[in-house]
């Protein structure tokens, strides 16, 4: 399949959410919800974090926990009463190959959730099913709306989130405006122009904020190959709030803060957030803030990670990198493939 670039990739989230829930459908055999106690949503970096979005979204509504494991712990409490769903886009990445082999070994149910890679040879190996992702999507960062709309799928038809396709139709087209949105005006270049040359902290509100956070900080790295830091509201404002008082020029010159807000925030963190404009806000080179809309948590939360991943690209730009290789993490994992010290 040919290889879409990364600018292709990003803007065609909508279709790629669209594409994505055309083939959840047609899943092989699922566990019945009275065998399943809890979900383990077990995956990395770009992967991973369509795990996190299913805490923030799907999981205020559902009967059971979501837990996600990124690394290679596995939870004591995974057993034959877990449903162990395990993301990642090239199938390869070797702590989720290692702690699903762990969850299976424990007697989990599983679901792999990858557009190849080792991670389809074991489920096909140990009689899991597999849902395949788009392979022609050129990174694993990119194919976050694949990936979130198979395991929300995986989640409606096991019985535990229902109405997650309808959920996921408002994404898209809150998704599409916001691509107009994005395609008519500066909104993500302006972003780009306040943030470059510093450290952004990304400041997200509530449960939909503090993942979209995150995937703003995971995006300026990788496609930016730059350092940016998430954080969330209302806890930053126990411990973080008090941290503007040292260092008073290299905040000035070096620290700028995003402020990630939706419509769904509570009137309390926009209290907060307010009294953060005020006194932390002045310190730093820049403050800016973005508004995520839609109906529903998902919607909202790819509104705010739609912008991120836009802004990113021309942050990328900005910096002359280009966004789609990652050296450095390539490298990492030939170290890891290596021989031991
Ligand atoms: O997402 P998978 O393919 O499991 O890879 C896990 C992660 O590996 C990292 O080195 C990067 O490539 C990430 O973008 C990726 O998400």
Redesign the pocket.
């Known amino acids: 399949m040919d290889e879409l670039g990364m600018w292709d990739a990003t803007l065609g989230l909508p279709e790629q959410m669209e594409a994505a829930l055309g083939t959840v459908g047609r899943l092989c055999d699922l566990p019945a919800p009275d065998q399943v106690e809890h979900v383990v949503v077990l995956?990395?970096?770009?992967?991973?974090i369509a795990g996190d979005v299913a805490v923030a979204t799907a999981a205020p509504y559902m009967p059971i926990p979501v837990v996600v494991v990124k690394g290679y712990e596995l939870p004591s409490f995974v057993g034959p009463r877990s449903l162990a769903v395990a993301?990642?886009?090239?199938?390869?990445?070797e702590e989720?190959l290692e702690v699903l082999a762990g969850a299976l070994d424990h007697g989990a149910r599983a679901v792999a959730i990858?557009a190849g890679?080792e991670l389809a040879r074991v489920a096909a190996e140990r009689g899991v099913c597999h849902v395949a992702i788009d392979g022609s999507i050129p990174?694993?960062?990119a194919a976050l709306g694949a990936l979130t709309v198979s395991l929300l799928g995986v989640l409606e038809r096991v019985g535990f989130f229902p109405g997650a396709s309808a959920w996921i139709g408002h994404a898209i087209e809150r998704l599409r405006q916001r691509r107009d949105e994005l395609e008519k005006g500066t909104l993500a270049s302006d972003l780009a122009s306040a943030l470059v040359g510093t450290i952004p902290i990304v400041l997200g509100s509530g449960a939909v904020g503090q993942v979209a956070a995150l995937r703003w900080k995971n995006q300026i790295n990788?496609n930016a190959k730059a350092l940016a830091v998430a954080s969330v509201l209302p806890e930053a404002g126990h411990n973080e709030l008090t941290a503007f008082e040292a260092y008073p020029e290299l905040l000035a010159s070096t620290v700028s803060l995003v402020f990630l807000r939706h419509d769904g925030e509570h009137p309390q963190i926009s209290r907060r957030v307010a009294f953060m404009e005020r006194e932390i806000a002045p310190r730093v080179h820049r403050a800016v803030s973005v508004h995520g809309q839609g109906v529903g948590e998902l919607a909202t939360f790819f509104d705010l990670a739609f912008v991120g991943d836009v802004m990113s690209l021309r942050l990328a730009e900005a910096l002359g990198t280009d966004p789609g290789p990652?050296p450095m993490?390539?490298a990492?994992?030939q170290y890891l493939s290596g021989p031991a010290a």
């Open positions: 995956g990395m970096g770009g992967s991973g993301l990642s886009f090239s199938g390869n990445t989720t990858s890679g990174q694993p960062r990788e990652i993490l390539n990492l994992k």
